[in-house]
């Protein structure tokens, strides 16, 4: 079964500090992708990265970086010296095809990050 | 440039009655989808249009929720007759592509089924 799990529900921790948010997926298809999103409090979500199944390659943003597993099937976010407006809470979704050259998105449960100061 | 546009923010509304939440995508973007965000959990998705033809509807309660994209552009998302279970946030998408490419999401419409 497709599936997306995001096993912290909440994480808190003092500003400066760095902070990892796990995904680990389950699929069928040797063609996917990966995202993460950021859902701050003010609702609306906020696309962070897009990796596709074939490139695992790291990736660093800033203050955001990504480690992309194939052999784990894990897809995690790291925030290194986290600030307040990291606060939010972070959704790791799968997108995999469906008929007709559709995709459908398979989102986590999502982790509540709150970065005190 | 624009983000997706939706509008009200926020609707109460007693059980029964009925509730519209209008969504404008982003310009060029042929994909729009609506979700349903229950508090605590991710995202749902209740319909998608590819411009405006329906891709996926198969979690929207066609009972109760009906939505059209007419034109291929602007979209309503409706709910007649709601329910409590209904409270929740609605949240609308557009991507240009067909879901590889990163949707960019509304600020959501916070509806309370009172």
């Known amino acids: 079964a497709q599936k997306v799990t995001q096993a912290q529900t909440e994480i808190s921790v003092v500003e400066k500090e760095d902070v990892t948010l796990d995904c680990v997926y389950e699929?069928?298809?040797?063609?996917?992708?990966l995202f993460w999103y950021k859902q701050p409090p003010s609702g609306e979500l906020v696309f962070l990265i897009r990796r596709n199944s074939f490139d695992e390659q790291n990736e660093i943003s800033g203050r955001y970086s990504w480690n992309f597993q194939k052999s784990t099937s894990s897809f995690n976010f790291t925030i290194t010296a986290s600030q307040v407006v990291d606060s939010a809470v972070y959704f790791c979704a799968l997108s995999e095809a469906e008929a007709g050259n559709n995709r459908k998105l398979i989102w986590g449960l999502g982790t509540s990050l709150a970065v005190n100061p | 440039e624009a983000g997706v546009a939706q509008s009200p923010r926020y609707k109460i509304i007693e059980k029964r009655q009925s509730v519209a939440f209008w969504c404008n995508p982003i310009s060029g973007h042929a994909t729009l989808y609506w979700y349903q965000q229950i508090l605590g959990q991710g995202p749902k998705l209740l319909i998608q249009f590819q411009n405006n033809g329906v891709v996926d509807d198969s979690q929207l309660p066609k009972d109760r929720f009906s939505a059209e994209r007419l034109k291929g552009v602007d979209s309503t998302l409706k709910i007649q007759p709601a329910k409590l279970e209904d409270s929740a946030v609605y949240l609308c998408a557009s991507s240009f592509g067909r879901g590889n490419t990163e949707a960019f999401f509304g600020q959501g419409t916070r509806l309370t089924v009172v």
């Open positions: 699929t069928r298809d040797t063609t996917y992708y």
